[in-house]
């Protein structure tokens, strides 16, 4: 079994930036996605970007592109997506999920395990 912890949510104001971390525990291999995704309240979860922990490679939501980057510290087990010029339409909660291999996917259903969830909020 796969643990995921994020941490790093909050408040901010529009135009502001947040970084969100995701830590990787248990089971993991060295062939593996992390990726982001949120929800907001009513709709459905959206993908936010993606990274393949062995090659680098990453995938971005269209929405997100330009002002969001994710990166990965393999010694920690650590995922990051920072986050800038936030608005409040990025208001959601905000999830760390992993998948084994190397293929960035953006569907959830491509993911294996799920963090808990870290709420970010922009306020206007």
């Known amino acids: 079994q796969v643990q995921l912890v994020e941490s790093g949510g909050g408040l901010v104001q529009a135009g502001g930036s947040l970084r969100l971390s995701c830590v990787a525990s248990g089971r993991t291999s060295s062939r593996y996605v992390m990726g982001w995704f949120r929800q907001a309240p009513g709709k459905e979860r959206e993908f936010v970007a993606a990274?393949?922990?062995?090659?680098?490679?990453?995938l971005f939501g269209d929405s997100v592109k330009g002002r969001m980057t994710i990166s990965r510290d393999s010694a920690k087990n650590t995922g990051y997506l920072q986050m800038n010029s936030l608005q409040p339409e990025d208001t959601a909660v905000y999830y760390c999920?992993?998948?084994?291999?190397?293929?960035?996917?953006?569907?959830?259903?491509?993911?294996?395990?799920w963090g808990q969830g870290t709420q970010v909020t922009v306020s206007s």
């Open positions: 990274i393949s922990w062995s090659s680098g490679s990453t």
């Open positions: 999920a992993y998948r084994y291999g190397s293929y960035t996917y953006d569907r959830s259903t491509e993911y294996d395990h």
